[in-house]
């Protein structure tokens, strides 16, 4: 059914499958239920997943978000395969003035089945109950600047490198905003690599000590 949904070949449909589409399909945390009418909600909670699966980008290290944009932008085939039917790129680092301020917006894209911009916010670090308040403030500012009469209310997508659904869901309580949280994976070696590696706190801490 996804397959002949999506149009996905015979090697799309594999990778698919061995990514865990199935399972990741509607999984994000989200608030749709409170924020969107009932014929909305659904559509929007099953267009979300969780986890991304970004292994397209190798196991480079990649430790900032600027990196991770550019090479999902420089990947960007493999990027809307990802993220699933309906999800056009409209732009990264995408700019916005607020009263004198300049803001950017680490990707901006438009759901053509919910008919209204989303805006992705991408975190190389575990989830903070902060994020959402950034992501609250560019929902706002698309809404107001971007958005037309003709389009859906604005829908936030946060992804972190990880994320605690508890956190995720108290974080979610209260906004009026659709929102919807998830992590993303990369190359499964980086992180294995990178959890025995030392951290540069902890190189810096014994520097110290052996100065003393």
Partial sequence: METAANGWSRDVMLSQITNGYIKAKGNAITNFQDTLPAYQSDLAQYAFKDPYNFSFLGTVALQHELDIEKNLAQRITNFLLEMGKGFAFIGRQYHLTV???????????????????VVVELKAVEFVPEFVSKLNFY????????????????????????????????????????????????????EDVASVLPQIENIENQLEEDKE
């Avoid at 004198?100 to 911009?117: R, S």
């Avoid at 809404?143 to 990880?162: F, H, M, N, Q």
């Avoid at 995720?168 to 990369?186: D, S």
């Fill in 99 to 117: 009263d004198g301020d300049d803001y950017y917006i680490d990707i901006l894209m438009y759901h053509l089945q919910l008919h209204c911009y």
């Fill in 139 to 190: 929902i706002s500012a698309v809404d107001e600047y971007v958005k037309t009469s003709e389009d859906k209310p604005t829908i936030g997508l946060l992804l972190c490198r990880s994320k605690s659904d508890t956190k995720a869901r108290f974080a979610l309580r209260g906004i009026t905003q659709p929102l919807g949280i998830a992590q993303y994976e990369t190359e499964k070696l980086f």
